[in-house]
């Protein structure tokens, strides 16, 4: 079964700095372009950050380009979201999500998520 587990969210002070992991199972992760999305209390899912199978190309919401890099290392099955500059806007939860920009929703692949907040 498709699993997808977010990690490395926490508390963080504004301009701050966090790493989010998420460990892919149960599909070919190699051969799957991946997003991340954010979810703030009481709204949808938004997208920030996409990368394709190789990790030759990526994109970004505007609202993080600049300040957010999506990685990936396809021999640990792992996807990376580095953030930096926090702003307290970008609190939320933030899932990974099987697929590329356009078409992350369609499989209905992605994970539980992790908090980030950010606060002084």
């Known amino acids: 079964q498709v699993q997808l587990v977010e990690s490395g969210g926490g508390l963080v002070q504004p301009g701050g700095s966090l790493r989010l992991s998420c460990a892919a199972s149960g599909f070919t992760f190699s051969s799957s372009a991946m997003t991340w999305v954010r979810q703030a209390p009481g709204k949808g899912l938004e997208y920030v950050s996409s990368?394709?199978?190789?990790?030759?190309?990526?994109t970004y919401a505007d609202s993080v380009k600049g300040r957010f890099t999506i990685s990936r290392d396809n021999t640990k099955k792992t996807l990376y979201l580095q953030m930096n500059s926090l702003k307290s806007e970008d609190t939320a939860v933030y899932r990974c999500?099987?697929?590329?920009?356009?078409?992350?929703?369609?499989?209905?692949?992605w994970g539980q998520g992790t908090q980030v907040t950010v606060s002084s």
């Open positions: 990368i394709n199978s190789v990790g030759v190309s990526t």
């Open positions: 999500a099987i697929g590329g920009r356009f078409t992350w929703r369609d499989g209905n692949s």
